[in-house]
């Protein structure tokens, strides 16, 4: 029996440990534990290690002779998992890219070295109006080294500014912050398969958001609804932003603005799965390929070509005090449901990922509107 370690183990890796124990593999979590590690009661082990504690896990690694690493939805466990792959001769990309690929700061100096496009940035540890002077509000101020939209607000003005890069340096392990102008336009995240250097595209998802200032995602849909020619503009950026980070394998999620003019912003890319049910989910929905097993056949060498397929449309909608309205539909059957959970009935205002109740997630023969 192979053995493959999981890196995480919240609810956003439980459709990756459930799917690896599908496949006949022997599991390997490691994760803080903590009342939201129940991948802790999936796994077939279980080690209470920190993701970030890179040595630690390689050393335990190397004991259990893992053939493969992996994760999903996460950017936190990347350089680890790159790190252990590379001491270990296993696949995956290199730590130089697991590194560029989860710091916003060192992403947005690849992007601008490789000539990707992407809004005019800048990376500080402390507020220094004179180093911003050249930027034009609006903009948006994040942590270099979150995901799920912590810390991340639009400013419009100075206090607002020095607000937003103190909200942000507490978000930030490395207490760094990237300030970019804010740039307007449609958004949508592309998910990808890589190989040797090969990227093969799976989706184009739209998406909804709370908009300012939290931009905390709300709705998901696949296939985009966007024009042909758009979407292959997004896939040339795509390819462009990939290299660029160096990533040669595995997952990957990159997200892009389209501006009124047609043009094409990479906003951030990361090395792995994309959240929100995007990657674990409606991928398989709407394309039918089983993107968990091509992450885990990545890690374990055994790569296959993807086969796509648009067979249906498939979303999600996330459950919150701006999005009630979905309620009704948790209290019911609804024929479109391909899984739904309401985790609380309390709704609270999004200012990230973590503070949504609840999702529906659908497969339907058309793109679903709720409202």
């Known amino acids: 029996m192979?053995?493959?370690?999981?890196?995480?183990?919240?609810?956003?890796q439980k459709p990756l440990v459930e799917k690896a124990i599908q496949?006949?593999?022997?599991?390997?979590?490691?994760?803080?534990?903590?009342?939201d590690a129940i991948c802790k009661n999936i796994a077939h082990h279980f080690y209470p290690i920190s993701v970030l504690d890179k040595?630690?896990?390689?050393?335990?690694?190397k004991d259990i002779k893992v053939d493969g690493i992996t994760?999903?939805?996460?950017?936190i466990c990347v350089p680890t998992i790159c790190y252990v792959a590379e001491k270990m001769g296993l696949i995956s990309n290199s730590f130089r890219s697991g590194i560029i690929s989860t710091n916003k700061a060192k992403m947005r100096s690849a992007f601008l070295t490789n000539d990707v496009n992407s809004p005019k940035s800048i990376a500080l540890k402390k507020f220094n109006f004179e180093h911003l002077?050249?930027?034009?509000?609006?903009?948006?101020v994040k942590p270099t080294d979150r995901s799920g939209s912590r810390g991340v607000v639009k400013v419009s003005d100075i206090n607002e500014l020095k607000s937003g890069i103190n909200q942000a340096l507490e978000q930030s392990f490395e207490k760094q912050v990237v300030i970019e102008e804010f740039i307007e336009g449609i958004e949508v995240s592309v998910e990808t398969i890589s190989w040797r250097g090969e990227h093969y595209i799976l989706a184009i998802t739209d998406k909804i958001t709370t908009g300012n200032p939290y931009f905390v995602e709300l709705e998901h849909h696949q296939p985009s609804q966007l024009t042909e020619y758009l979407k292959e503009?997004?896939?040339?950026?795509?390819?462009?932003?990939?290299?660029?980070?160096?990533?040669?394998?595995?997952?990957?999620?990159?997200?892009?603005?389209?501006?009124?003019?047609?043009?094409?912003v990479t906003i951030e890319v990361g090395g792995r799965m994309g959240g929100d049910f995007i990657g674990s989910h409606l991928v398989k929905l709407s394309t039918g390929y089983d993107f968990l097993k091509g992450v885990i056949k990545v890690a374990l060498?055994?790569?296959e070509k993807p086969q796509i397929n648009n067979i249906?449309?498939?979303?999600?909608?996330?459950?919150?005090?701006?999005?009630?309205?979905?309620?009704?539909?948790?209290?019911?059957?609804?024929?479109?449901?391909?899984?739904?959970?309401?985790q609380n009935n309390k709704l609270n205002l999004i200012r990230n990922s973590n503070d949504r109740s609840g999702y529906i997630i659908y497969q339907s023969q058309h793109k679903l509107n709720l409202i």
């Open 2 to 12: 192979k053995k493959i370690a999981i890196l995480g183990a919240s609810y956003l």
């Open 23 to 35: 496949l006949g593999l022997e599991t390997y979590c490691f994760a803080w534990d903590s009342d």
């Open 55 to 61: 040595e630690l896990i390689l050393e335990k690694c």
């Open 71 to 75: 994760t999903i939805a996460t950017d």
């Open 133 to 140: 002077k050249d930027l034009r509000f609006p903009m948006i």
């Open 233 to 264: 503009k997004i896939r040339i950026e795509t390819l462009k932003a990939l290299d660029a980070l160096e990533i040669t394998y595995g997952a990957s999620h990159a997200e892009f603005k389209i501006l009124d003019n047609g043009k094409v």
């Open 301 to 303: 060498n055994e790569f």
């Open 312 to 342: 249906s449309f498939s979303g999600v909608y996330f459950l919150s005090k701006e999005t009630e309205y979905l309620l009704p539909y948790f209290n019911r059957k609804n024929i479109f449901d391909a899984e739904k959970n309401l």
